[in-house]
């Protein structure tokens, strides 16, 4: 009985230390804003109400215009010219922080982020992610285990929720620690919270 009260104040304490998923705040202004980027760049796809509004509604949950600025920079222009390609760059792009896009794109290797179906992996990847994650797991790794789809993957999926910096510097305090990429992941897992299955219907 006693060590299952001892267990229970442990679960109890965890749970309250840990950081709870917080729901990113969604700026008033960035969705008129991405729709009037959009339809500057290619006013004839946004010409009719229809796609006017295909526009509008791919342009709701954008954190800020970052990640829609570079992604139009990197991707050719005639690979953003119709309306289908523009709703799939915006909706890419919702709940995906600036900061973060652009650490990420910062750190692939090039040829992995030339193509319109590479970027738009790339920002669904970085769905919900904080900067502060991916920075943090940048200063442990080399360059070569963050410079691919896939590495880009390991790391965005232990990245998605609300991080807890002190956590992890506490799990890499040593040396010895985090010196590789499994050992970066194992110690992100334990520093995140990720979004409920309620939360994600929320979003």
């Known amino acids: 009985m006693f060590r299952?009260?001892?267990l229970l104040a442990a679960i109890v304490y965890l749970t309250s230390t840990m950081a709870q998923f917080q729901a990113p705040q969604i700026p008033s202004h960035t969705q008129a804003q991405c729709v009037e980027k959009l339809c500057a760049n290619n006013p004839g796809e946004c010409s009719s109400r229809t796609e006017h509004r295909m526009i509008f509604d791919a342009c709701?949950?954008?954190l800020d215009l970052g990640c829609i600025d570079l992604s139009m920079k990197l991707i050719s222009s005639?690979?953003?010219n119709e309306i289908?390609?523009?709703v799939s760059i915006a909706r890419s792009c919702q709940y995906v922080s600036g900061y973060a896009h652009q650490t990420a794109m910062k750190n692939m290797y090039r040829y992995d982020r030339d193509e319109f179906s590479e970027i738009t992996f790339i920002n669904s990847r970085l769905w919900l992610v904080q900067n502060s994650c991916l920075a943090s797991a940048l200063s442990r790794l080399h360059p070569r285990d963050f410079d691919s789809l896939e590495d880009l993957k390991a790391i965005t999926n232990q990245c998605t929720g609300t991080?807890?910096?002190a956590c992890f510097e506490k799990q890499c305090k040593s040396k010895y620690s985090c010196?590789?990429?499994e050992e970066v992941v194992d110690a992100l897992r334990s520093c995140?919270?990720?979004p409920s299955k309620v939360d994600r219907r929320r979003l």
């Open 4 to 6: 299952a009260v001892i």
């Open 78 to 80: 005639y690979e953003q």
């Open 192 to 194: 995140i919270s990720g």
């Open 179 to 181: 010196n590789d990429q």
């Open 163 to 165: 991080f807890d910096v």
């Open 84 to 86: 289908e390609e523009m």
């Open 60 to 62: 709701s949950r954008q």
